[in-house]
């Protein structure tokens, strides 16, 4: 029975039990985390030998390059990665250096899988609905988690659909180079750029599909 | 950022407090050898009832059949001016030695117990609400630890007798955890509560330092207080159950925690010279630690209040811009991700939740129930802090506003 008196040796030792078991769970926690950011990485590659493949398929098909079965998937799946990299952004933070090089390499893979789609639609005439997206979730831009809730809409409900976000934060020279080109920079965000028309600050739906 | 730093501090203080209870009662489970009795004296029960005609024949005759030499057994039933059949219900129980009193109702269960005070004859004198039932060993277990001199009070375990619903089974998982922290608050000497429910106290505490505080909210706090600043002993058995019945309605719970918490309040306030260095754990640890509890939660439960509803806001205006349909959305993800978003502060919360899940089930093992509280448990930690959270805020709003508080 320890009565009425304070035991500070058994205080000194509950402080540091907690402590390691405190750092136990942010150690491993980050370790669990962490294997969610190489699944991500994995994904990534795993997109980027699609995008090279179909690229290549295009090339050797001499008889019927048009005929392009793959183009849908990987657009659908480049977009829903933007999904996952949200996730990460909330468990670590948007600053995360390793969450920030993911979203660069992201943009580099969509961007190449933009300039083939801008490739195959010019070569095989084909009608290939495109949107890009420049966004911030820095606090700076109010509406933008309410564009991409639209465009995540209409991602899902129209199959051909194209869409293509990028971190208008990011810096990276590539992305640079299509932020300068559509003047993404000096405009409002949320950017839409429908088949090649910018649009700059919120548009609503209707417009975007008056656009498509 | 600065909240991501909050919340962490308060787990980290979840944890502490956690691992400090469950490392005391582990410490000291030499505690929990039966005290036997050398001797077996006289003891009076007072049981007050007011319109408590459903639950008094249970009441009376739990204490009937306890197992204690029924001449050093006293049953007072003292009727606090009742509108309905309880006085009738009483009487019936006199041929049985039953001591049966009516008085004027003066609102406060200090009244009738100090009432009753005066028609105890017992060395040892103890309380039974009317809506309360006690285990036929409970008195025998309880009795032994007055064999200490410097013991004034020694408390049952107090557990929720039936949980028909949700608010119930909440309950009887908070009286369960309330099982373990007592008994780790009397290795403290710490008890702050000595509980309505058969609390069993030395008579001559009251003799020597005055009755209940009649027109307390929570004589029961007040009580266990005055024993703590005498430099007196609270014990607790933690195998002598009593049985309550928990509040079925929100409205009804919400008036028993307003008077507890204002209660609590009032007489913290009133007996602050117990906070310090002078009072040890419970100056220092105990007492402090309750506070900062309630601070962390309240302010836990308004960030989440506050978020819900900019969330439910943005989630309006999200769903109104693609004219409410949400159909697109149910559609599977075309990486079929399986990503868990497992961050450091999950997975300590949920470190978090097996040490509750632990002093639960101590509680379970060492009180001797053999209830389930596998979906209860479940139940409680998702909104048994909200409602904590809830009742202090409407707590100190009262006190603040110095609203009055029915009885």
């Known amino acids: 029975m320890e009565g009425k008196k304070i035991n500070k040796l058994k205080i000194f030792s509950i402080f540091i039990t907690t402590t390691f078991i405190f750092s136990v769970g942010i150690f491993f926690g980050n370790v669990i985390t962490n294997s969610q950011l190489d699944r991500i990485s994995n994904l990534q590659q795993d997109l980027r030998t699609q995008t090279l493949s179909l690229e290549l398929q295009y090339a050797l098909a001499s008889q019927e390059p048009c005929n392009l079965t793959n183009l849908d998937i990987i657009g659908d799946e480049l977009y829903d990665m933007s999904e996952l990299l949200a996730n990460m952004e909330g468990s670590l933070g948007k600053l995360n250096p390793d969450v920030l090089s993911l979203k660069e390499y992201y943009s580099l893979l969509e961007i190449k899988h933009w300039l083939f789609l801008e490739k195959v639609s010019k070569e095989c005439n084909a009608d290939i609905p495109i949107i890009l997206y420049f966004y911030s979730n820095l606090g700076d831009c109010e509406k933008c988690e309410r564009q991409g809730y639209i465009l995540t809409y209409l991602k899902r409900s129209e199959e051909n659909l194209n869409v293509f976000s990028f971190d208008a934060n990011i810096d990276n020279s590539v992305l640079n180079g299509l932020k300068e080109i559509n003047k993404v920079e000096e405009g409002e965000l949320p950017v839409l750029i429908i088949n090649g028309k910018v649009h700059e600050g919120f548009t609503e739906l209707e417009e975007i599909k008056e656009n498509l | 950022?600065?909240?991501?730093?909050?919340?962490?501090?308060?787990?980290?203080?979840?944890?502490?407090?956690?691992?400090?209870?469950?490392?005391?009662?582990?410490?000291?489970?030499?505690?929990?050898?039966?005290?036997?009795?050398?001797?077996?004296?006289?003891?009076?029960?007072?049981?007050?009832?007011?319109?408590?005609?459903?639950?008094?024949?249970?009441?009376?005759?739990?204490?009937?059949?306890?197992?204690?030499?029924?001449?050093?057994?006293?049953?007072?039933?003292?009727?606090?001016?009742?509108?309905?059949?309880?006085?009738?219900?009483?009487?019936?129980?006199?041929?049985?030695?039953?001591?049966?009193?009516?008085?004027?109702?003066?609102?406060?269960?200090?009244?009738?117990?100090?009432?009753?005070?005066?028609?105890?004859?017992?060395?040892?004198?103890?309380?039974?609400?009317?809506?309360?039932?006690?285990?036929?060993?409970?008195?025998?277990?309880?009795?032994?630890?007055?064999?200490?001199?410097?013991?004034?009070?020694?408390?049952?375990?107090?557990?929720?007798?039936?949980?028909?619903?949700?608010?119930?089974?909440?309950?009887?998982?908070?009286?369960?955890?309330?099982?373990?922290?007592?008994?780790?608050?009397?290795?403290?000497?710490?008890?702050?509560?000595?509980?309505?429910?058969?609390?069993?106290?030395?008579?001559?505490?009251?003799?020597?330092?005055?009755?209940?505080?009649?027109?307390?909210?929570?004589?029961?706090?007040?009580?266990?207080?005055?024993?703590?600043?005498?430099?007196?002993?609270?014990?607790?058995?933690?195998?002598?159950?009593?049985?309550?019945?928990?509040?079925?309605?929100?409205?009804?719970?919400?008036?028993?925690?307003?008077?507890?918490?204002?209660?609590?309040?009032?007489?913290?306030?009133?007996?602050?010279?117990?906070?310090?260095?002078?009072?040890?754990?419970?100056?220092?640890?105990?007492?402090?630690?309750?506070?900062?509890?309630?601070?962390?939660?309240?302010?836990?439960?308004?960030?989440?209040?506050?978020?819900?509803?900019?969330?439910?806001?943005?989630?309006?205006?999200?769903?109104?811009?693609?004219?409410?349909?949400?159909?697109?959305?149910?559609?599977?993800?075309?990486?079929?991700?399986?990503?868990i978003d497992f961050n450091p502060l999950r997975l300590l919360a949920v470190f978090s939740l097996f040490l509750g899940l632990a002093m639960v089930l101590i509680s379970k093992k060492y009180s001797k129930e053999d209830c389930k509280v596998g979906f209860s448990y479940f139940v409680y930690i998702i909104v048994y802090w909200l409602l904590f959270a809830f009742w202090w805020i409407v707590a100190i709003n009262i006190k603040l506003f110095k609203r009055k508080i029915a009885w």
Not at chain 2, 114 to 139: I, R, W
Not at chain 2, 145 to 151: A, C, G, L, T
Request: aromatic share 16%; charged share 20%.
């Open chain 2, 1 to 339: 950022m600065l909240w991501s730093i909050f919340v962490y501090i308060a787990v980290y203080f979840g944890l502490f407090t956690g691992i400090f209870f469950l490392f005391t009662f582990f410490e000291n489970m030499d505690g929990l050898k039966e005290r036997k009795p050398k001797r077996f004296p006289k003891v009076s029960i007072i049981v007050p009832a007011y319109n408590e005609e459903d639950t008094l024949k249970g009441t009376v005759y739990s204490l009937l059949n306890l197992d204690y030499p029924k001449d050093k057994l006293e049953i007072v039933v003292v009727d606090d001016g009742s509108k309905d059949k309880t006085l009738e219900i009483a009487r019936q129980f006199e041929k049985k030695g039953v001591m049966v009193f009516t008085k004027i109702n003066q609102g406060g269960k200090g009244y009738a117990l100090n009432f009753g005070l005066t028609k105890c004859s017992g060395e040892f004198v103890g309380c039974l609400d009317a809506d309360s039932f006690v285990q036929t060993n409970a008195l025998k277990k309880m009795i032994g630890y007055f064999d200490d001199e410097r013991v004034m009070a020694v408390t049952p375990s107090i557990k929720v007798w039936k949980d028909n619903n949700i608010l119930q089974k909440i309950q009887k998982v908070e009286y369960l955890m309330g099982v373990f922290l007592r008994k780790s608050f009397s290795y403290l000497d710490s008890i702050h509560v000595t509980p309505g429910p058969f609390t069993i106290y030395r008579k001559k505490f009251f003799d020597n330092y005055g009755g209940y505080d009649s027109g307390n909210l929570t004589e029961d706090i007040e009580v266990a207080l005055r024993i703590q600043r005498q430099g007196f002993r609270i014990e607790n058995c933690m195998d002598a159950n009593v049985y309550t019945v928990g509040p079925r309605t929100l409205k009804t719970l919400q008036r028993q925690r307003n008077r507890w918490y204002v209660g609590f309040l009032e007489n913290v306030v009133n007996y602050r010279d117990l906070f310090g260095l002078k009072h040890g754990n419970l100056g220092l640890l105990i007492l402090p630690g309750a506070f900062i509890s309630v601070a962390l939660s309240i302010t836990l439960f308004s960030y989440t209040i506050i978020r819900g509803i900019f969330n439910s806001i943005d989630w309006f205006f999200n769903l109104s811009s693609v004219g409410f349909d949400f159909y697109p959305f149910l559609a599977r993800n075309s990486l079929d991700n399986t990503l």
